[in-house]
Each structure stands twice: as C-alpha cells, then as structure tokens.
C-alpha cells in the first residue's frame, strides 16, 4: 500500500466515523430535545477535519530512492477527482431539486437545510474521491494496463 491509498484510507475513515457519528447524535438529540434543536448534532461533522492530519501521520519515506508518483499515480488521481466532482455535483443538483419541490418557488429554506447541504456535499466529495483511488490502485493486481 503506496502513501496515498494510506492517507485515502485514513479519509475514509475520518468521512465514515464523522457521518456516523452526527447522525447518532442527532437522533439521539431528537428524542430528546425535538427537531429544532437536534441539528445541532451535525457539528460533529466537523471530525472530518482530522483529514489534514492524514499527510502528517503517512510521511514520506526516508529513503530517497524510491520514485514516489508515477504518471499512473497522477491519471489515477486525476480520475479519482473526477469522479468525486461529478458525484458532487449530482448530489448538489439532486438536494437542490428536492428543496425546491418541497418549500416552492416563493417559499423559505430552513437554515439547517443549508448546513445538510455543505456538510453532506463534502462528504460526498471525500467519500467518493477516497473509494475511487482505492478501487483504482486495486485494479494494478488485477492486470489494468496503462
């Protein structure tokens, strides 16, 4: 496993911890406290923050001999980044349709609706970005050629 399926890992672990964790508590709030005031709980979708730790803990390796990206790290990448983009962007186009079907053309969106809306978009875009490069370097044993 090179440096950045690690540090992809380590993001999808962060995204998938972050996600479970707002949405226990938010559940857990609303029992308790109602519907307002349970949003609150979507705050610990700031855990996803932990992600800038990733290239700290996963350093580059001490030994200069090694090439550290090739241009297959780079198309991999690239790919990998498109497919989050595109997925992103489904995700915004979809929320904000769903939005305006529901509140109307004249209608008011609640500001919780805005906090979904940033905090699920990147989510998507590092959950999509993070299992796309780990699917993609899974493909070098199974014979990709380049």
């Not at 962060?14 to 226990?24: D, H, K, P």
């Not at 580059?60 to 550290?68: A, E, L, T």
């Not at 983009?85 to 053309?105: D, E, K, R």
């Amino acid at each position: 496993m090179n440096r950045a399926q690690k540090i992809e890992c380590f993001n999808l672990f962060v995204t998938a911890l972050s996600i479970s964790a707002s949405l226990a508590v938010v559940s857990l709030l609303t029992r308790l406290v109602g519907m307002p005031k349970a949003w609150a709980g979507m705050m610990l979708m700031g855990l996803m923050g932990l992600m800038a730790f990733g290239p700290l803990i996963y350093r580059k390796q001490k030994d200069q001999d090694r090439v550290p990206s090739d241009e297959r790290d780079l198309l991999i990448h690239k790919r990998a980044e498109s497919t989050a983009f595109i997925a992103t962007y489904a995700f915004f186009v979809t929320f904000c349709s769903v939005i305006l079907n529901s509140v109307g053309i004249n209608g008011q969106v609640p500001g919780y609706m805005l906090l979904i809306l940033l905090a699920g978009g990147f989510a998507i875009l590092m959950l999509t970005k993070a299992l796309a490069l780990i699917i993609q370097y899974s493909w070098r044993d199974k014979g990709e050629k380049s």
